[in-house]
């Protein structure tokens, strides 16, 4: 994997306060380390409970966050160290995808308007064929057209074709990758299904790495090329999605699977998936591993160190039973 050709997560850390004033400190990540080679055009599913810390991490890759410690290398450069015109350039490699596309656009300016600005503004075009070409390029990858889009305000689309609408938004300046956080959650099923047709489409057509965030484990499965699973701010386990979900290494992956895969109600309530809870906060402040307290296999050592993050045959975990430690 050469390091210019790469997405590196860097041993991440990120502090948010909370309490009164917000003096009191905890990790929303911890030490989170990913390597995503860009060679090859694949999706990448971040996946985990709500408040795990996705769109943060997402936040941090965009550069938008700083993190506290670690760091974000694309393609050699320190995301959070580039100055002037490298700025631009890593906006136009990187492009996000918002969860609600009503919020992505004003609801007040014409949709194609805000298309030739941005082809004007970050992509430096002026001439006004090409900027239409442009325009209508990008609409094309997603189904629409710009005669179809000419003129009419966001309101005047319907969620799926607006979610479809900032996809080619954000195709307009050639990204490499594409950051999509939870971009189908406020849409019908039918129109998902049709949202993530389009995402694969596009990684093939247009070799990009494409970030996916999620909490939705069968999406995860349906667009996964890898899974990043990652628990209370913890990346616990990453490695190609098929392995993952045929052989789940982490406890926690193990009980996440099982509970989508247990028909009885009664038993799926045994694996908590999303429960916010006072919890929550002090699985967060535990040094070890956060899922010790919920994990059958808990020793002394994961309640105090966090494990390290372990390469096995292709995947990688945090857990400390693939680990030669004894107590
Ligand atoms: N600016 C902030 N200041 C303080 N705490 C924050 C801030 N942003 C997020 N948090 C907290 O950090 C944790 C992780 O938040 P984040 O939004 O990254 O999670 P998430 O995995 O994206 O969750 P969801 O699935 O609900 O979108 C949560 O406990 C959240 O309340
Ligand atoms: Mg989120």
């Given at each position: 994997m050469s390091i210019n050709n790469s997405l590196i997560i860097e041993n991440l850390t990120k502090l948010y306060g909370?309490?009164?004033?917000g003096l009191k400190k905890?990790?929303?990540?911890?030490?989170?380390?990913l390597n995503i080679d860009?060679?090859?055009?694949k999706i990448v599913v971040l996946a985990g409970e709500t408040g795990s810390g996705k769109t943060t991490l997402l936040r941090v890759i965009m550069g938008v966050v700083k993190p506290d410690s670690g760091r974000v290398m694309y393609k050699g450069y320190d995301v959070h160290r580039l100055k002037g015109s490298m700025v631009r350039w890593y906006r136009r490699e990187v492009q996000p995808i918002f969860q609600d596309p009503y919020e992505?656009?004003?609801?007040?300016?014409?949709i194609d308007s805000y298309f030739r600005d941005t082809v004007r503004n970050i992509c430096g075009i002026r001439n006004g064929d090409e900027i239409e070409r442009r325009i209508d390029e990008a609409l094309r990858f997603v189904g629409l057209s710009l005669d179809r889009i000419s003129g009419k305000y966001p309101h005047e689309f319907s969620g799926g074709e607006l979610q479809r609408i900032s996809i080619a938004r954000a195709l307009l300046t050639n990204p490499k990758i594409l950051l999509a956080d939870?971009?189908?959650?406020?849409?019908?099923?039918?129109?998902?299904v049709n949202i993530l047709n389009i995402l694969k489409y596009l990684k093939e057509k247009l070799n990009m790495v494409i970030i996916y965030v999620t909490h939705d484990l069968s999406t995860a499965y349906y667009i996964g090329d890898y899974i990043a699973v990652m628990y209370r701010g913890t990346l616990v386990e990453y490695?190609?999605?098929?392995?993952?979900?045929?052989?789940?290494?982490h406890p926690y992956t193990y009980a996440l699977l099982e509970s989508i895969l247990e028909p009885d109600p009664a038993l799926r309530e045994k694996y908590p998936l999303i429960?916010?809870?006072?919890l929550e906060i002090k699985e967060f402040l535990i040094y070890g591993c956060r899922y010790a307290s919920r994990c059958p296999y808990a020793k002394d050592v994961c309640f105090r160190k966090l494990p390290p993050f372990i390469e096995i045959d292709g995947e990688y975990v945090r857990c400390w039973r693939y680990t030669n430690y004894k107590e």
């Open positions: 909370y309490g009164l004033l905890f990790k929303v990540l911890d030490s989170i380390s860009l060679e090859k055009p992505t656009f004003n609801p007040l300016r014409r939870e971009p189908v959650s406020m849409l019908d099923a039918t129109l998902r490695g190609p999605t098929s392995k993952v979900y045929q052989e789940p290494k429960k916010p809870s006072a």
